[in-house]
């Protein structure tokens, strides 16, 4: 088993290594175009490892699909697997969407340059996969040993869609956020951006203000470095979210990890693809806590569910899943803001 998990993480920093050592060696702006083919080829990625997750647990491979998933109390062959892989990666993947208005908010305060927002993502994205991967160890220790963990995450996830759908929720200026101020206390902050670096020294650049008032040779953290630093800790925080909802859906730790890591990968071109047009998707944010409900329902009922539907009922689920997503689609492009429909009529007239 443990070269399984090897030889997946290997793949991944394989695909990122050729992300950024060979495709995006040079910084430059992405376009629409590139990032549009970019997210296609991450989620044709992610939707061909499907193929892999059936053979394996279809065969046993590495001992895959050998103990009782805790979250249902079945054993996951190959087709039950891939439901459960599919349906958390669109999950997943959903609320990653989510981000994206976070990390439209931040470059725009810190007014990062276009051109180096691919590589503020990718580490972030990097740093995320680790920090997803120790919340998920954490979390199949917590409901391996206590089931009834199980039931917790489900009413924080029905607490947050609740909560989602009836208040308005509003994110806070960057620079106000505790993080930033926290770091600009300990750390010397250059207000100038010095290319795509992170971290620069005090005086290297002459016309550097801040050369006045920090000792030369004072390593200084650049806006860009800050904007790291939010984009990392606002994922922790949305994966407060995400991770109880994975484990709503299965809690085998491969299906889990595997379906949180494909869905993170493709974030970075989702941004790029997405990022003018999120004001077109108002009811975006709506389906996403209508997910996060029925999950939540899910966890709670599954027992029902699995006697009634039988054990493919997380093949529904995913139908379910597609169709409240589809509908919130459809409904932010068809279903126009009254000032929208004003604008029209003015043209028109």
């Given at each position: 088993?443990?070269?399984?998990?090897?030889?997946?993480?290997?793949?991944v920093l394989?695909?990122?290594?050729?992300?950024?050592?060979?495709f995006?060696?040079?910084?430059?702006?992405?376009?629409?175009?590139?990032a549009?083919?970019?997210?296609?080829?991450?989620?044709?990625?992610?939707?061909?490892?499907?193929?892999?997750?059936?053979?394996?647990?279809?065969?046993?491979?590495?001992?895959?699909?050998?103990?009782?998933?805790?979250?249902?109390g079945?054993?996951?062959?190959?087709?039950?697997?891939?439901?459960?892989?599919?349906?958390?990666?669109?999950?997943?993947?959903?609320l990653?969407?989510?981000?994206v208005?976070?990390?439209?908010?931040?470059?725009?305060?810190?007014?990062?340059?276009?051109?180096?927002?691919h590589?503020v993502?990718?580490?972030?994205?990097?740093g995320?996969?680790?920090?997803?991967?120790?919340?998920?160890?954490?979390g199949?220790?917590?409901?391996t040993?206590?089931?009834?963990?199980?039931y917790?995450?489900g009413?924080?996830?029905?607490?947050?869609?609740?909560?989602?759908?009836?208040?308005?929720?509003?994110?806070?200026a960057?620079?106000?956020?505790?993080?930033?101020?926290?770091?600009?206390?300990?750390?010397?902050?250059?207000?100038?951006?010095?290319?795509e670096?992170?971290?620069?020294?005090?005086?290297?650049?002459?016309?550097?203000?801040?050369?006045?008032?920090i000792?030369?040779?004072?390593?200084?953290?650049?806006?860009?470095?800050?904007?790291?630093?939010?984009v990392e800790?606002?994922?922790?925080?949305?994966?407060?979210?995400?991770?109880?909802?994975?484990?709503?859906?299965?809690?085998?730790p491969?299906?889990?990890?595997?379906?949180?890591?494909?869905?993170?990968?493709?974030?970075?071109?989702?941004?790029?693809?997405?990022?003018?047009?999120?004001?077109?998707?108002?009811?975006?944010?709506?389906?996403?806590?209508?997910?996060?409900?029925?999950?939540?329902?899910?966890?709670?009922?599954?027992?029902?569910?699995?006697?009634?539907?039988?054990?493919?009922?997380?093949?529904?689920?995913?139908?379910?899943?597609?169709?409240?997503?589809?509908?919130?689609?459809?409904?932010?492009?068809?279903?126009?803001?009254?000032?929208?429909?004003?604008?029209?009529?003015?043209?028109?007239?």
């Open positions: 088993m443990i070269w399984l998990w090897v030889g997946f993480v290997c793949f394989l695909m990122l290594a050729l992300d950024l050592g060979v995006h060696r040079q910084a430059h702006v992405i376009s629409i175009k590139e549009i083919a970019w997210t296609a080829v991450w989620v044709t990625l992610g939707l061909t490892f499907a193929v892999f997750v059936y053979f394996a647990y279809e065969g046993r491979w590495f001992g895959l699909g050998t103990q009782v998933d805790i979250a249902d079945l054993l996951n062959d190959g087709a039950t697997a891939v439901e459960k892989y599919l349906t958390g990666y669109i999950v997943e993947k959903s990653s969407v989510d981000n208005f976070v990390i439209a908010m931040i470059f725009g305060f810190f007014a990062v340059p276009t051109i180096y927002q590589r993502l990718f580490w972030g994205i990097l995320a996969l680790v920090m997803r991967g120790a919340m998920i160890a954490v199949n220790v917590l409901i040993q206590f089931h009834w963990v199980l917790l995450f009413a924080f996830l029905i607490l947050t869609a609740l909560k989602m759908l009836v208040f308005k929720t509003e994110h806070g960057p620079n106000l956020n505790w993080i930033v101020r926290l770091t600009r206390r300990f750390f010397p902050v250059t207000d100038k951006f010095h290319g670096h992170f971290v620069v020294r005090a005086g290297e650049d002459t016309a550097d203000e801040d050369a006045n008032r000792r030369p040779g004072t390593l200084m953290l650049t806006p860009l470095a800050l904007a790291l630093i939010l800790s606002t994922d922790v925080i949305f994966a407060v979210d995400s991770i109880p909802a994975i484990f709503a859906i299965t809690a085998d491969f299906l889990v990890f595997t379906s949180n890591v494909f869905a993170i990968l493709g974030l970075r071109s989702l941004y790029f693809a997405l990022a003018g047009l999120i004001d077109k998707f108002r009811y975006l944010k709506v389906s996403l806590a209508l997910i996060l409900l029925v999950v939540g329902l899910k966890m709670f009922f599954a027992e029902w569910l699995k006697e009634s539907l039988g054990k493919h009922f997380n093949f529904y689920l995913l139908g379910l899943i597609i169709s409240i997503l589809a509908i919130g689609v459809v409904a932010s492009i068809v279903v126009r803001r009254p000032k929208e429909e004003a604008e029209i009529h003015g043209r028109s007239s």
